[in-house]
Nanobody
């Protein structure tokens, strides 16, 4: 069983920064691709960024150059550094583990609000 616990969300002004963290329990983290998704009311959950075990990353076009995903395999933790935040980044952000044999887990979500 895996539990993903996100932290770091909050209220920030446009142009500001936040760093989200997601800690994973269990022993799947070092065998899994980790992703961040965001969800706004009325829309489907969308992938923001992804990082493989070896550190290969991928980003949604809307966040390229502003967000950085990273992971610390020794700490079973994945991060999302969000810079130059825009009001349209306001959403609930979810951590996702994409593990071996199709195993998937979701965190409970952390809310990010970008507003002046």
């Amino acid at each position: 069983q895996v539990q993903l616990v996100e932290s770091g969300g909050g209220l920030v002004q446009p142009g500001g920064s936040l760093k989200l963290s997601c800690s994973a329990s269990g022993n799947l983290f070092n065998f899994s691709t980790m992703d961040w998704y965001y969800e706004v009311p009325g829309k489907e959950r969308e992938q923001v960024a992804s990082i493989t075990v070896s550190g290969w990353t991928n980003y949604a076009d809307s966040v390229k150059g502003r967000f950085t995903i990273s992971r610390d395999n020794a700490k079973n933790t994945v991060y999302l550094q969000m810079n130059s935040l825009k009001p349209e980044d306001t959403a609930v952000y979810y951590c996702h583990l994409d593990g071996p044999l199709g195993v998937q887990y979701w965190g409970q979500g952390t809310r990010v609000t970008v507003s002046s």
